[in-house]
């Protein structure tokens, strides 16, 4: 995988940490965190010395500071009582060229080590284990390996296979061949069909590069740091893949992935000294110490300002085609690791850009110049020192000069007005509430939360005192009222290393990419001779012949399905009502937050209507409502809550797949001393929310079609998904309609639309049907200290919405209602649609998009979750990617990732970044073959067990505790037979799960492809050309 950092900011919204378990929240006597802070500095354990032990009381955790004595290795522990323990392993990793070669190393160390030759331990190891997580990134300047799981032996399984995977890869040419770049026959058995390029890595960052966004923040980066390591492409340029050797990559390898360039992180519950013990002796213990010389000089200043341009590829569905230029000014910051400034600086980025009060947002996105900003935008910390840019996307080429100027006299107006007090509040109090949340991947978030600044030698403990950096901050800005406004001065105004960047599209510029790589295929090609190409034709044989091979796996260590838990915790809900409303109540250690949620049913709204309503939830909340204008409503919300929002929820019934829930879901948490004014400014949005502002509003809407059209790139297969969907249950239509392309296209429409007086007459409209107390019902997670006290503010909000309770008839007269609670039939009830006539229909649809690749989807309609055979189906899917999909497709045909699930009762197959489609098709086909024919084996269908338990069992963080039942109607006795059933699965109930479901003939089942010119569908009647 490839990934680009993300910014500070964003990056401590991730920052939550995980509650434990049903009731283990009490103290307990003897916690890790107190365990941990018994360490001593200088005290040597397993060839490490202890250097410092901190607690950390912002996050609960005491942090250990350890190096290792021989190597110069660095750790760092982080205790806490958290059961999802997390280890991850960091190297720094610098190429000076474009060749992906980090990117390209990441992906074939995971393929087999000394003590792990199998083919693929990564991919085989999701399936002997229940880990919570598992993957690699690469950095602009690091590459991570991290894994969590909740068992202590999985733990030190997993820690076995990824400490020998870094440390003593084999890094066999076939694995560079398969996951880096090949040339081998279009059709590997017939040496008569033409050469071409194959490789998973090359696939995959052609994928990323048929995103705009990712062009743009690319250059970007490069060219203001254009005399190092950032003026390459970590993850690889397409064409310079090709230039990458197998010996180069081994070589990277010798250099770069050894201890002493290295830093290890630990978090969770389990002893560290065991942790230590394990490194040491699978090992560190074999290496000695050698400097790496990793160090990233930092980049020479400018003296003037520097301007660039590059090209993209137009996009099709932009919301206005004739404004695709983006322009952003990009300006070279301090160094990451003195972490003051950066938080000073990424807080500064924050009041300037984001929401409606900062000023870039008033001179830049409310004139309507473009329809957002810039890809890149804000503080970004992904390298040695970090940037600024700010700028905009969708503008009309004349208008670059204008936001060149508005850019500059921003600048200088804030440097002459400063910030209002309240905002600087208002920003502050949200970084207080995002160190309460709590997330269910901690571990995760503080890994990636303190990656980059390690990477650069900085402190990473010291990152972690959060508080101290409030503070200061505090102290800072009572000393010197203009204090952050000299901060702007010295980094923006005054500040030479500045880069304006412009991007236009250009028509021409995939057919160029694909004459670029046709010239370097022709250079490549021409100078093989005869024997080159005997031997290219025998080593795609070897490939697929060693592809093919079922491989023996045993030499991995695996849990077993006796490991796992028989029975769940449960989520010990309660229900009540507040205003006539029902309530579900959820007593929760969430850390003095309190989170609201809400279900209003979409029943009554007329169908003309269906197609605004995604609109209606992303404006919803950013109108305005009561006194308060969309400014002072961004303001209190900031200031008083951690969020409120609103989205389209359409669920199957867990019992019925043509039943289905329609409606759209609230939702908002707030520090427990603001219940009052989160409930106030819900009741704003309820009695009257400005619609009317219609400046505002086409505001909203460039941005959401801007968003829409941007998401395509990067989740292609969900949007394959939603469409081959559409005719095979009943909320299908509907569900393209909110969430598919249909949305996207008639966003692009509103978009258009130069009067929007209608627009905002259908959202006053669809707020009657949806802000009604008539069709709803809410949920509460909160401790249960404040319990009463948040139920008592929410009956007396429910009873001020009942001014806007109206009694509508549902537009569908079939309603089938399902009792929130089972055992109380006559008690309130979730009322569900359905349609007497639906029969399902076949499809296939293809939307030809400018991409480089192609996301698959086929699915077959199957059972609900209550269904006996549900179980069978989801090891199936997990058995049937495993053991045959992910070889045909990833191994053998070069896509970045494909497989087989259990989603909305559909048993669904997908594609993503992939170079084919009819071979993929054909996979499906032949992966249901395989399945019938029953040729796998007890442990094919423990491995797929694990791995659907691993799926089953991931933690949930109290804020979303008891949230399924909630919104699906899955209870806790729905869950515990499901689970029954999962352990009951057998060789027997999977083929005939096969036979009935997936064989052809048997099912209805739907295709869409979303991806790049391809005569054979314009020629094939039976698919739909979009
Ligand atoms: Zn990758």
Same mark, same amino acid.
């Given at each position: 995988?490839?990934?680009? !950092? ?12 995980h ?5 283990t929240?009490?103290?307990k006597?003897?916690?890790? +965190? ?20 901190s ?17 110069g ?10 059961s ?29 080590s ?10 085989n ?14 950095a ?53 069909t ?10 995959e ?44 990559l081994?070589?990277?390898?010798a ?12 978090y ?9 013990? +394990? ?12 400097s ?15 301007e ?22 990009s ?19 924050s ?11 008033k ?9 957002d ?7 970004t910390d ?5 940037s ?8 009309a080429?004349d ?13 200088d107006d804030?440097?002459?007005r ?15 509430i ?26 990473p ?28 001065k ?27 790589e ?14 080159d ?25 695996t ?32 850390n ?29 909340t ?98 394959a998904?939603?469409?081959? +969907?559409?005719?095979l ?34 959202l ?8 009604n107390?008539?069709?709803?019902r ?12 948040a ?5 007396s ?16 007269p ?14 309130p ?19 030809q998009?400018?991409?480089a690749?192609?996301f ?9 979750f ?5 179980a ?28 087989a ?12 970044r ?34 659907v ?11 979303n505790k008891?949230l ?6 899955v !209870? ?7 689970r ?29 492809i ?17």
């Amino acid at each position: 995988m490839f990934r680009k !950092t993300r910014t500070a900011l964003q990056k401590l919204r991730h920052l939550r940490f995980h509650g434990q378990q049903q009731h283990t929240w009490r103290p307990k006597s003897s916690s890790a +965190q107190e365990k941990a802070s018994r360490f001593r500095p200088e005290q040597k354990i397993h060839g490490f010395t202890v250097r410092e032990v901190s607690a950390v009381p912002d996050l609960f955790l005491t942090a250990v500071k350890l190096t290792h004595d021989r190597t110069g290795a660095q750790y760092l522990h982080a205790a806490k009582d958290d059961s999802n323990n997390l280890f991850s392993v960091q190297f720094r990793t610098t190429p000076m060229d474009s060749t992906g070669v980090p990117h390209i190393l990441e992906h074939t160390v995971l393929c087999g080590s000394e003590k792990y030759p199998c083919r693929d331990p990564f991919f085989n190891m999701l399936n002997r284990s229940l880990s919570t997580f598992m993957n690699a990134f690469t950095a602009n300047d690091f590459t991570m390996y991290p894994f969590s799981t909740q068992n202590g032996k999985d733990f030190q399984n997993l820690l076995s296979v990824y400490l020998n995977a870094v440390f003593f890869p084999c890094l066999r040419e076939q694995d560079f061949r398969q996951e880096g770049w090949r040339l081998e026959n279009a059709n590997p058995t017939d040496p008569s069909t033409p050469l071409v390029f194959k490789g998973v890595v090359f696939n995959e960052m052609k994928g990323v590069f048929s995103d705009n966004e990712r062009v743009f923040a690319q250059h970007l980066q490069n060219k203001l740091y254009p005399d190092h390591t950032y003026s390459v492409v970590s993850g690889g340029e397409p064409l310079a893949i090709l230039d990458l050797s197998w010996e180069q990559l081994r070589q990277f390898h010798a250099t770069h992935y050894h201890p002493s360039n290295a830093r290890f992180f630990t978090y969770g519950d389990l002893p560290l000294e065991q942790h230590l013990q +394990q490194i040491e002796e699978e090992a560190l213990s074999k290496f000695g110490n050698i400097s790496p010389n990793t160090e990233i000089p930092p980049q020479p200043r400018w003296s003037s300002p520097r301007e660039d341009h590059v090209t993209c590829c137009p996009d099709a569905l932009a919301p206005d085609p004739a404004r695709q230029n983006t322009l952003c000014v990009s300006y070279l910051l301090g160094d990451v690791t003195d972490s003051f400034e950066a938080f000073t600086l990424s807080l500064l980025s924050s009041l300037m850009i984001s929401g409606p009060n900062a000023p870039f947002y008033k001179t830049l996105i409310e004139p309507k110049i473009g329809t957002d900003f810039s890809s890149v935008v804000g503080y970004t910390d992904g390298t040695k020192e970090a940037s600024f840019s700010v700028g905009l996307q969708g503008l009309a080429e004349d208008d670059t000069e204008r936001v060149k100027r508005i850019i500059s006299e921003t600048i200088d107006d804030i440097i002459e007005r400063g910030f209002e007090a309240e905002r600087i509040e208002a920003l502050l109090h949200s970084i207080e509430i995002q160190i309460k949340h709590q997330s269910s991947n901690f571990g995760l978030a503080l890994a990636s939360y303190i990656g980059s600044l390690w990477n650069q030698d900085g402190d990473p403990v010291e990152l972690l005192q959060i508080n101290q950096r409030v503070s200061k901050l505090r102290r800072a800005l009572k000393e010197n009222p203009r204090f952050l406004q000299d901060k702007v001065k010295f980094y923006f105004k005054e500040n030479p290393h500045r880069l304006t960047l412009s991007m236009s599209p250009d028509q021409n510029y995939l057919e160029k990419q694909i004459q670029a790589e046709k010239e370097k295929l022709q250079t490549k090609v021409g100078a093989l001779s005869e024997t080159d190409r005997k031997e290219i034709y025998d080593r795609g044989l070897e490939l697929l012949a060693a592809q093919s091979e079922t491989g023996d796996a045993s030499c991995l260590p695996t849990l077993k399905v006796s490991d796992i838990q028989p029975t769940i915790a449960g989520d010990a809900v309660q229900l009540g009502s507040a205003g006539g409303v029902p309530v579900q109540f959820c007593e929760q250690p969430t850390n003095g937050l309190v989170y609201f949620r809400a279900v209003s049913s979409l029943n009554t709204l007329p169908e003309d209507l269906q197609l605004y309503v995604p609109l209606f939830c992303s404006v919803i909340t950013k109108m305005g409502g009561g006194d308060l204008d969309y400014r002072q409503q961004a303001q209190q919300m900031e200031l008083r809550t951690g969020d409120m929002s609103a989205s389209w929820h359409i669920v199957a019934d867990p019992a019925h797949l043509d039943k289905y829930e329609q409606g759209v879901v609230l939702s908002s948490s707030c520090l427990e001393r603001n219940l009052p004014h989160m409930f106030q400014l819900w009741s704003d949005v309820f009695d009257s929310p400005h619609f009317e502002d219609e400046e505002r509003l086409r505001v909203l809407v460039m941005m959401s079609a801007q968003e829409l059209a941007n998401g395509i790139a990067p989740s292609g297969h969900s949007y394959a998904m939603l469409r081959a +969907q559409r005719h095979l249950i009943p909320c299908g239509e509907l569900v393209e309609k909110f969430g598919g392309m249909e949305q996207v296209k008639f966003m692009k429409q509103i978009a258009e639309t130069t009067d929007l007086s209608r627009v905002t007459r259908t959202l006053a409209q669809i707020k009657k049907h949806v802000l009604n107390p008539d069709g709803m019902r809410c949920a509460v997670n909160a401790t249960p200290q404040k319990m009463s006290d948040a139920a008592a503010q929410l009956e007396s909000f429910m009873k001020d919405a009942t001014k806007n309770k109206r009694e509508w008839k549902p537009v569908n007269p079939n309603i089938s209602q399902r009792p929130l609670d089972p055992l109380d039939v006559h008690g309130p009830t979730a009322k569900l649609v359905y349609d007497p006539q639906f029969q399902p229909w076949e499809m296939k649809t293809f939307f030809q998009m400018p991409f480089a690749v192609n996301f698959i989807s086929e699915r077959i309609r199957a059972v609900p979750f209550c269904h006996q055979d549900f179980a069978s189906l989801c090891v199936l899917g997990k058995m049937m990617s495993a053991k045959f999909l992910h070889r045909e497709i990833r191994e053998k045909g070069g896509a970045y990732g494909g497989g087989a699930l259990v989603r909305d009762g559909l048993f669904t197959f997908f594609s993503y970044r992939d170079p084919n489609s009819d071979q993929t098709l054909s996979a499906f086909r032949r992966s249901i073959d395989w399945a019938k024919s029953g040729q796998f084996s007890q442990q094919d269908i423990d491995e797929a067990k694990l791995s659907v338990f691993s799926a089953v069992d991931h933690p949930v963080s109290p804020a979303n505790k008891g949230l399924t039942r909630f919104l699906s109607g899955v !209870t806790d006795e729905m869950k515990q037979q499901h689970r029954e059933r999962l352990f009951a699965v057998n060789h027997r109930s999977l083929v005939e799960a096969a036979e009935r479901y997936l064989g052809l003939g048997q099912r209805t089942r739907g295709v869409a492809i979303l991806g790049p010119e391809n005569e054979r569908f314009n020629k094939d009647p039976s698919w739909i050309v979009k």
